[in-house]
């Protein structure tokens, strides 16, 4: 009975992957053109990163208090002009920093 199961989990978990990756090309079968649904597609990749990390740096840390210190640090690195290889040194510094003195 559980291998019955288990096959019907992976059934229904590969159709609806597929379905997500299919469906978008059967609906929009030519060039979008609207300016709103292009734009709001284009932030689209954006958003789901920041959705995805966001939770992650805050409980990366043995402290939530260091991992959010870490993303105001690397925040204002990279308003300030840091590229990406800064804006992580600085916030893996400023993890090892409030660890080390604040915990």
Not at 28 to 49: G, H, M, N, Q
Not at 54 to 64: N, R
Request: aromatic fraction near 14%.
């Amino acid at each position: 009975m559980q291998g019955r199961n288990t096959y019907l989990s992976l059934l229904i978990m590969t159709l609806t992957i597929y379905g997500i990756r299919v469906i978008p090309f059967v609906i929009f079968r030519k060039e979008i053109t609207d300016k709103r649904i292009r734009s709001f597609l284009y932030y689209v990749p954006y958003v789901t990163l920041a959705v995805m990390t966001f939770p992650a740096i805050i409980t990366a840390t043995s402290s939530v208090w260091s991992g959010v210190i870490a993303l105001v640090i690397g925040i204002a690195v990279a308003l300030f002009g840091g590229d990406l290889f800064t804006v992580a040194i600085s916030a893996c510094v400023a993890v090892f920093l409030s660890e080390l003195f604040l915990i």
